[in-house]
């Protein structure tokens, strides 16, 4: 069926997102943009094409890039959610890439280009000798080698079954990832019938190879380490197996939309250094490029291999002269050859826990992927594969639960100030220190590595110990604590209640109120069904209160109708007699039949309820022990109920804490599995677990000084003060005007503020701020880049960087201040004469550039003669005629160009750099 976006209608959307809710379908994350529908989130391309399938049957979506999908969605009245900070990394990402090419001109990359640009169009399906064309590929170092040689095996034994695989792979009409699934898996039998004992590789990384050379316009290189390094980037979760280059294509086209086409400065860069390789229009093997440079080609430091502390864990837990330990390391060897990724650099359970899955299923089909004929049999047969993986998985989960949350102190006599902000000019380190002392206030351990320190940091901001926000010109007190704001149900709009980033936080740093029963007996959360419900909600609070008090869950929609006179227990058939039964509910609102079904057949005895006020509060957690009861009469006006065992009331707590993801205002639907935070439930809910009653949260509050703090803060300026939090001597509440909750700021929460002195002084702050924080300056230190930079030494090729540091700081404060001054961060990546000149131009000419306002005689006065190039007005016919205006002033004005250092050599650069020393 053809694509027809445009008849795609607002109920076919609303539709596809209610199947996807309802059939919990796995969605490939976007990398930019989110739209909400119904207050949950989804990829736009994701949601269209099952909306387009809603329309004529056939999920398909053709747009690449985002724009003109979320032109849709906004026709119809969606709101489109950007990702903020992925938005922030990617900008950072295409910078740095920027000066890395400056400095190394794509000279070792180009190769990718020329063989794109050499081999386009092939392989030619439809050549008389498909062997000779197969062969006469090449594809250097872009595929793994012992995928070149079954290539060639194949090409040489059985060319014309080889053609159909490549015929099929080649059929854009078929979905992508079926075609990679369909691609694997043919090869690899066609090997095994020629009795292949390796790995095939014919995977997503050959894949990829294959279909770029066909069709570049449309497909580029893949390779897996790269991809998951671009979700953790972007902090989207990875696809499944034969889905990721389908789903790496997803993110490359948004990467290009939204940010490669906008950036008129790198593709002009890319033409001059690729004249007749890079027409400036397709940017896929651009884009594929800023991934593999920026995310592993420049530095494999990160790439940490845990194979040694795999075997000291296998020893200490089997003991040294067990056999299990060689057999493991042996069996994770072998398997090794038929993967894509090296076991021993990835920590991702997921992906780890699939490939689990799949070697119990398939280690010991000889047609299957991971046979090897060279192994032992009994590796395969008797399951080493599988229990190597599990082993290692096992050992990857206990390495992490080591570094989880220590416990934190509830002694706040702490050497860490409740509110503090750090100040000083660029460059300083700032950021850097506010994950330093985030991190230390929250696990009690003072961090020194930078990517322990990052790897850290993220981990504790995912957890939602600390939470980072900017302030800016627009924030306001709704953003920032609460206000109310519009939410769309059921096609309606409505106005409600939202908490700001300051109340949440504020609520997970408190944690849970209430009524908590420890059980006895320790409950399983693992293996339960979780499900949400409103009671009445916050506009029937005695319903909630009547249910609360005589254990029971309750339903309003379906009336006054026994639903046991339904005897249907499957969906397609529980709907067809509701039908029948009810036509008058069904014609009310479709939802009786939904949240009906749920109530009575899709909840189970022992299942966990969670049952929320609005979509911001959890207020109870329960055990399900009856089943459905009609009754006819009740204290409140509801006829169906279900009997449970609270474990958990009163609770007044974040939803956060339970789930990670948005509740939204629907009466009645189940969690996905994956969502719920089981650990937090044992916690909380076993007594064989140890409960934490305070854990430290960090608000680091970036560039404080650019936002009305009096305005932002409103009347929580005075409940941050450390006397004025909850538990304190002089605790304060204050109603909070829309919500009118009794609101306090816990005394776990600690807030750090950033401020750049370049932009404000710390004398021109609000008062009643700086009354509330304490300050500490973070300024240059010159020396550190002797102590951490790359530089050896602090020099490259004979300059001293720290010399040249201070020299210019020094004069910069003479001209300016000292909150102008260039912080030591931008040398301290340093390590070679084109870095340097890339820091020149990039960054440290462009910052005197906006300190003295395009005055670059004063820039002149910092860098000297070998960076600012200084002219006559020869020309003193320039001007036009104009016989009012007296233009004899400039006929003898001095005129100045900045030299760029890239376009200096090596020997003027450096000369240039001894004349600003002096």
């Keep these: 069926m053809p694509f027809l976006p445009n008849q795609i209608t607002k109920d076919h959307i609303i539709r596809a997102a209610n199947r996807i809710e309802k059939e919990s379908i796995e969605l490939l994350p976007s990398m930019q943009w989110d739209v909400e529908i119904d207050e949950n989130l989804y990829p736009p391309k994701e949601i269209m094409r099952f909306a387009h399938e809603e329309m004529n049957g056939e999920r398909i979506w053709n747009y690449s890039g985002g724009e003109q999908t979320n032109a849709i969605l906004k026709t119809h009245g969606f709101e489109i959610k950007a990702k903020i900070f992925a938005d922030t990394k990617i900008l950072e990402l295409i910078d740095a890439y920027k000066s890395h090419i400056c400095t190394s001109k794509l000279e070792n990359e180009r190769y990718k280009w020329e063989l794109v640009q050499q081999f386009k169009g092939r392989p030619d399906v439809n050549t008389e000798n498909?062997?000779?064309?197969?062969?006469?590929?090449?594809?250097?170092?872009?595929?793994?080698?012992?995928?070149?040689?079954?290539?060639?095996?194949?090409?040489?034994?059985?060319?014309?079954?080889?053609?159909?695989?490549?015929?099929?792979?080649?059929?854009d009409q078929i979905d992508l990832s079926q075609r990679v699934r369909q691609f694997t898996e043919q090869t690899l039998k066609l090997y095994k019938s020629l009795n292949g004992s390796h790995g095939h590789h014919q995977d997503e990384r050959t894949i990829s190879a294959y279909l770029t050379y066909h069709n570049p316009d449309k497909y580029t290189f893949y390779k897996n380490s790269f991809y998951q390094a671009f979700c953790k980037l972007l902090d989207v979760k990875t696809a499944s197996k034969n889905k990721k280059y389908a789903h790496y294509l997803e993110l490359l086209n948004e990467f290009i939309s939204g940010y490669i086409q906008k950036d008129e400065e790198l593709i002009d860069l890319v033409k001059s250094l690729l004249p007749k390789l890079y027409d400036g229009k397709n940017h896929l093997l651009l884009a594929q490029d800023i991934l593999y440079t920026m995310l592993e080609g420049i530095d494999n430091s990160e790439h940490f291999n845990y194979q040694k502390d795999f075997e000291k864990w296998l020893k200490k837990s089997n003991g040294k002269g067990s056999n299990k330990v060689a057999s493991y390391l042996r069996a994770i060897e072998l398997l090794q050859e038929s993967l894509d990724y090296v076991i021993y650099e990835t920590d991702d359970l997921d992906l780890l826990g699939e490939l689990h899955v799949d070697l119990i299923a398939n280690q010991k089909n000889i047609d299957g992927p991971y046979y090897n004929a060279s192994a032992p049999?009994?590796?395969?047969?008797?399951?080493?594969?599988?229990?190597?993986?599990?082993?290692?998985?096992?050992?990857?989960?206990?390495?992490?639960?080591?570094?989880?949350?220590?416990?934190?102190?509830?002694?706040?006599?702490?050497?860490?100030?409740?509110?503090?902000?750090?100040?000083?000019?660029?460059?300083?380190?700032?950021?850097?220190?506010?994950?330093?002392?985030?991190?230390?206030?929250?696990?009690?351990?003072?961090?020194?590595?930078?990517?322990?320190?990052?790897?850290?940091?993220?981990?504790?901001?995912?957890?939602?110990?600390?939470?980072?926000?900017?302030?800016?010109?627009?924030?306001?007190?709704?953003?920032?604590?609460?206000?109310?704001?519009?939410?769309?149900?059921?096609?309606?709009?409505?106005?409600?209640?939202?908490?700001?980033?300051?109340?949440?936080?504020s609520s997970l740093a408190k944690g849970v109120d209430g009524r908590i029963e420890k059980q006895e007996s320790a409950i399983d959360f693992s293996t339960l069904e979780f499900f949400k419900m409103s009671l009445g909600g916050k506009n029937r609070k005695d319903v909630h209160d009547w249910c609360i008090t005589n254990n029971v869950i309750a339903l309003g929609y379906g009336g006054n109708n026994d639903l046991d006179t339904i005897g249907a227990s499957n969906w397609k058939d529980y709907q067809v007699e509701f039908q029948e039964n009810f036509p008058q509910l069904v014609e009310k609102s479709s939802y009786n039949v939904n949240s009906t079904y749920y109530f009575k057949n899709v909840i189970k005895l022992g299942d966990v309820v969670l049952v929320s006020k609005g979509n911001r509060i959890i207020d109870a957690v329960g055990i399900v022990t009856g089943n459905y009861e009609y009754r006819e009469s009740e204290e409140i006006p509801y006829h169906h109920f279900r009997k449970v065992r609270w474990i958990a009331t009163n609770m007044n707590a974040d939803p956060s804490l339970f789930v990670d993801k948005n509740i939204s205002q629907q009466t009645i639907y189940q969690f996905y599995n994956d969502d719920i935070k089981v650990d937090y439930f044992e916690k909380k809910f076993s007594k064989s677990k140890k409960e934490t009653e305070f854990k430290n949260h960090v608000l680091i509050i970036d560039e404080i000084n650019r936002g009305n703090v009096s305005a932002i803060f409103g009347e929580l300026i005075t409940l941050i003060e450390e006397d004025k939090r909850l538990g304190a001597k002089e605790e304060i509440k204050v109603t909070l005007p829309y919500s009118k909750e009794e609101f306090g700021v816990p005394s776990n929460l600690y807030i750090i503020g950033t401020m750049n002195t370049a932009d404000r002084s710390v004398e021109a702050l609000d008062t009643a701020l700086r009354r509330r924080f304490s300050f500490k300056e973070v300024g240059p230190k010159p020396e550190l880049i002797r102590e951490v930079g790359k530089a050896e030494n602090g020099e490259v090729e004979g300059v001293d960087l720290v010399q040249l540091l201070s020299v210019i700081n020094q004069r910069i404060e003479v001209l300016l201040d000292k909150d102008h001054c260039i912080g030591h961060s931008y040398f301290l990546n340093v390590a070679s004469l084109r870095e340097l000149k890339a820091a020149f131009q990039d960054k440290i000419i462009p910052l005197l550039q906006e300190y003295f306002y395009g005055d670059y005689g004063k820039i002149g006065l910092v860098l000297g003669e070998g960076f600012v190039k200084k002219s006559m007005l020869t020309n003193h016919n320039i001007f036009a005629i104009f016989d009012d205006y007296d233009a004899s002033m400039y006929e003898e004005k001095n005129v100045y160009h900045i030299i760029q250092p890239c376009a200096l050599k090596d020997n003027e650069f450096k000369q240039a750099l001894n004349q600003l020393i002096g």
Excluded: W
């Design 130 to 171: 498909f062997k000779d064309e197969i062969q006469a590929l090449d594809f250097a170092n872009l595929v793994y080698a012992m995928s070149n040689s079954v290539r060639k095996f194949l090409a040489e034994e059985k060319p014309e079954e080889f053609r159909t695989c490549f015929q099929q792979l080649f059929d």
């Design 377 to 505: 049999p009994s590796y395969a047969n008797n399951g080493f594969y599988s229990a190597s993986i599990g082993a290692y998985l096992e050992f990857q989960k206990e390495r992490n639960a080591k570094s989880e949350l220590r416990e934190p102190k509830t002694n706040y006599s702490m050497p860490y100030s409740l509110n503090e902000i750090l100040y000083g000019p660029p460059g300083t380190g700032k950021t850097y220190e506010t994950k330093s002392k985030a991190v230390e206030i929250i696990t009690g351990n003072k961090i020194e590595k930078r990517d322990e320190l990052n790897a850290e940091y993220n981990r504790l901001v995912e957890s939602k110990n600390i939470l980072f926000s900017t302030f800016h010109q627009s924030m306001s007190y709704e953003d920032f604590v609460e206000g109310i704001k519009p939410v769309t149900e059921d096609g309606q709009v409505s106005y409600e209640i939202q908490d700001g980033i300051f109340k949440q936080i």
